[in-house]
């Protein structure tokens, strides 16, 4: 059963990539065009994307998930390209094409007066189609092509008003600071290549994914005691650092909250920063590579999980105190990204996908919120300019707090508590340390502090803009119906994903699910349980106390938290920093090398150029002579030659049959002459 | 002999005939009711579907392999080049409603499929008089298509010079060929070959070999056998050339193959540098080097468009006859390749010549001028099917080309003997790239005249654009993913 969509697995980036390419070639004035191709070509993808899913079921059987062809044959060498349909694709690919398919929809309202509307349609369908492109590969060649192209697309789309400094600035430095990763994730997969001699991930038995091979990775060993296997896993998390923002890369992510909403909705929260985490539950095996063979600790998942901590709770620090609405939200997408990585690295893997998918749902249900508030409020992003929202806009209000609870955890029907506890649960097991299980718990609780901030501060107290508050209104039903959609579906996968019923977990490592109503009840789960819903609970409180129980009325007042820690507040909201240090150190070094440079080439190597140069103009006379009377000419004269042969040439084909006659007879008695005696 | 079987694995042509004879009866019983676009459409559509549920028909049945004692032989190769030779008359068809040429359409659209199954036997046949006979019907058919245009002076001579030039290289294959009957006694090709081959270099035997090769060089149009090409393409009806240039030359490839390959194994010979020896592969490395040379230079100084891809046509010859003289599998596999994509982008840019003539009055390069602002899809493809005939990567002219130069490169035990004939080829390509270009030139770099409507859009069918975005479509397929379909070919040609 559904095993023909194996076959067919490849229609589904086709269609929105055809769309971007009639896009393309479609003129500005063809909005309602624009519209139609793009979310029409999404819902076939999102179609066989379901049916993808339902393929990749435990039961669905058959042997073989994997459909390799031969793409280009070098000499001898055959390059293999390939897709899979294993659990983890078709997770992604529902995830992914139904909440592109929602923001899609979205975007409709949202861009519906930008003068570039086609254009939008066209690049959002090229990033839909290389991101479902991405998901399915099975050859991690395929999946580095998608990978670049996704960030093409990501670059494209920060930049869409471009015009603005601003986003420029930020589109060009999201591309050259995930750059920095690729360059990882590209030398690793040169290194993979040479020593298992193939790139496909699982081929029969002679994948690079497959026990053969990294049996051998694990033996070898590399530069510095490492194994091969775990060199080629940090230089491909390397990769993953860059796309997913993890620390120390995460700079670009909150500075591509230039572009449009549904943009960082859909690229910058949902789906493509989550590609890093993919790329590691996608060769988990090799990560997972070890000598000992026991699963979740090798040195390569160690270093998974110590980034993801740090990261999960730095940047959750940091979005305590931003005021940019969307940039709050930026940096708890590298918060989350953190927690699903550190999932991974403690060796959660499991775990770590149902939280981004979980992740997927509500966080860009939490970026329409935001979008659709800031659309309400004449592109005002500033949250100390907001507020008393709740009043004008209702639907949006509950939306957004809806992602709200989900994000923050709120026990027992948000699937960010199920997916969160279960990320906790899998820490505490982790053998090496208990310090990430702490610092994960930690995050939960500023998460909830600062959503509870964010949300205080634009929906509830009074509206602080100042004049524009009676144009403040709710957003058009095609703005709302995908926010009330992806509110409903958080809730409901809060169902799929309890410990009692883990059906989610259990479909992504390819087993049925069996309800267990006493695993909830075990004495660690619940002890977990109760901790994180206890801190997250404190978090919510305490953000309430300071933000919530007195709200503002000036938009210039101070920042309630400042007047408490005034030093701690002033580096979280400079965001610790991170950008001057990168100045000061990899921006200003860079500069310095260039100065240097300069100066050496002027004052050094000028002198002796000098004396070079002297020489080199005689030469140069010498042969500007010879190239004026000798070479040029000939050039010239050569170019004119092959003009004038085929000029003299057309001659001979004046039109006139005698004589095309006689040259036909002709040819025929030079070929027998020639064969007889020549 | 069992005529039941022979005409069950005939039915493909059979289909295309008696469509030709329904479109024939449908058009002259109602001509007199519907309008002229009205019965360009009919017409059309019912010859499409002629050409359809025959390429339905050799897709689902298995290929019937040797018939009536190895007379035709429609192995999975030749019925390959069947169902190219459909698509391509499809595609002929289509781009025929936008030209409107002649109120005679009915015979238009028949002849046009009787060309086709001409064309589809020869791609089959085996025996010399099945070869002849297949030849005729399909020449006939394309002189008096030629011919259409009856108020255009030029079209009538173009194809008054096609019809005598191809009389008389008709005369000549026919004399070779019975020539070389009368030396061997036999009129199948496979069972030829042994007896020829006992008899050397025969002086009857070179000029029956030399005779051949006139009369199919005609058809494939390498020097010095091309001169009627630039007529013909220049003043036929655009349809007519856009079928000569693509199918025709297919098919007659692959009967030259044929012929060469299982006529005369024996009577090869040697073309390598310093390493001559008489035969046929001497004959064609001189044409070849004659059409690749010649067809490059003169397509340089060309300003009709028409008459630059009938340049750049015969040195296309050229580059396939490199594949031929490779003698083995690879090569025919190449040269097929080859053959198919490069009609699919010369009949893509046929079409785009034909509504660039229609609307601008002139098939000049300057007509082209400002294509960009008038139509993007159209000047889209063309850009497409341009560079793909001038063989840049990543398109399938390039593939094609690469296979036909590795092809030649790799026969004869890897002497690298045809060196001397793939550097000039290569050279020769670096030419044509600058007569290419001017064609983009002007489409994408120049802007509309000013007067003629300057820059307003031009009005295209939807049918012709369908076919033109297909076109394109697959020339880009071909060329990101050509290992399926060579591979293939190797494999159905090696067995």
Sequence with gaps: MMSWIREWLWLIPLAPLAAAGLLALTPRAGRRRAAWLGIGSLSVATVLSWAAFFGAWPGAGGAGREVNFTWLTFGRTPLELGWVLDPLTGAMLAMVSTVALLIFVYSLGDMRADPNFTRFFCFLSFFAGSMLGLVMANSLLWLFMCWELVGLASYLLIGFWFEKPAAAAAAKKAFLVTRIGDLGLLLGLIYLYTETGTLLCYDEG??????????????RVSVGGITVATAISLLIFCGAIGKSGQVPLHVWLPDAMEGPTP?????????????GVFLVARVYPLMDADVAGEPGLSAALQGVAWVGAVTAVMAAAIAAAQFDLKRILAYSTVSQLGYMMMALGVGGYAVGMFHLIAHAFFKALLFLG???????????????????????MPVTFAAHAVGMMA???????????????????????????????????????????????????????????????????????????????LAVAVVLLSVVGTPAWPWLEEFLEGREAAVRAGDLFEHETLWIMGASALVMGAGLVAGWRLYGRRPQRRADAPDPLRMAQPAVFSLLEQRLRFDEVYEATVVRSAAWAAEAWDWLEREVWQGL?????????????????????????????????????????????????????????????????????? | MNYGAIAWALAPEAILALTALAVLGMDAALARRWSVPVRWRAAVAAGVAGCLGALVWMAAADPPGRLAGGMLV???????????????????????????????????VALMLLATVGLMLM???????????????????????????????????????????????SAFLLYGMSALYGLSGEVELSRMAPKLARLGMDPLLIVALASVVVGLGFKVAVVPFHLWAPDVYQAAPLPTAALVASGSKMASFYLLIRFMLEGFPELAGRADWRGWEGGWMPLLGMAAALSIGLGNLVALVQSSVRRLLAYSAIAHAGYALLGVMAGNAEGTAAVVYYLSTYALAVIGAFGVAGIVERNSGGDRLENFAGL???????????????????????????????????????????????????????????????????VLKQAYVREAEAGRGSSAAWRVLPATRVVLLGLAVAVVLLGCFPGGVLSWLRAALGS
């Design chain 2, 372 to 438: 960009w602002q008038r139509s993007p899809l159209l000047a889209a493809c063309l850009f497409v099917f341009i560079l793909s005939l001038a063989g840049l990567p990543p398109l399938a002219g390039f593939v094609g080309k690469f296979a036909v130069f590795a092809a030649a490169a790799g026969a004869g035990g890897g002497g690298l003997g045809l060196i001397w004939l793939i550097a000039w080829a290569l050279g020769m390509s670096a030419v044509s790239l600058y007569y290419y270009l001017q």
């Design chain 1, 407 to 485: 994000l923050a955890g709120v026990p027992l029907f948000f699937c960010g508590f199920w997916s969160k506890d279960g990320i906790l649960h899998a820490a505490w097991g982790w053998p090496v340390s208990r310090l990430p299980f702490l610092l994960g718990l930690a995050g939960v609780g500023l998460t909830a502090f600062y959503m509870m901030r964010q949300m205080a501060m634009v929906y509830g107290g009074e509206y602080r803009g100042g004049q524009l508050k009676k144009e403040i209104h709710e957003s058009p039903a095609v703005m709302r119906v995908p926010m009330v959609i």
């Design chain 2, 123 to 169: 791609a089959g046949a085996e025996n010399m008089v099945l070869v002849y006979a297949s030849l005729e019907l399909a020449s006939l058919s394309l002189y008096a298509l030629a011919a259409f245009q009856r108020e255009s002076r030029h079209g009538l001579e173009a194809a008054l010079k096609y019809f005598l030039l191809g009389g008389m290289s």
């Design chain 1, 370 to 392: 935001a979008g659709s508030a800031i659309h309400g409020c004449h592109h005002e992003r500033d949250i100390r300019r907001m507020g008393g929202l709740r009043r004008w």
């Design chain 1, 263 to 275: 943009v960082s909705a859909l690229i910058h929260a949902a789906t493509m920063v989550a590609a």
């Design chain 1, 206 to 219: 002679r994948g690079c994914l497959e026990a053969a091979a990294l049996a051998g990775l694990v033996e």
């Design chain 2, 74 to 108: 429609l192995d999975d190769a030749s019925r390959f080049v069947c169902q190219a030779l459909a698509v391509l008359t499809m595609a002929s068809l289509v781009l025929s409603i936008e030209t409107a040429l002649t109120e005679h359409i009915g015979e238009y």
């Design chain 1, 609 to 678: 150029m000098q004396w070079a140069g002297y020489g080199a103009l005689a030469a140069g006379w010498l042969s500007r002579l010879s190239d004026e009377y000798l070479v040029n000419p000939a050039f010239d004269g050569g170019c004119e030659g092959v003009r004038g042969c085929g000029r003299g040439m057309s001659g001979w084909h004046g039109g006139r049959l005698r004589i095309y006659l006689r040259v036909v007879a002709a040819g025929m008695a030079a070929m027998a002459v020639w064969l007889t005696w020549g």
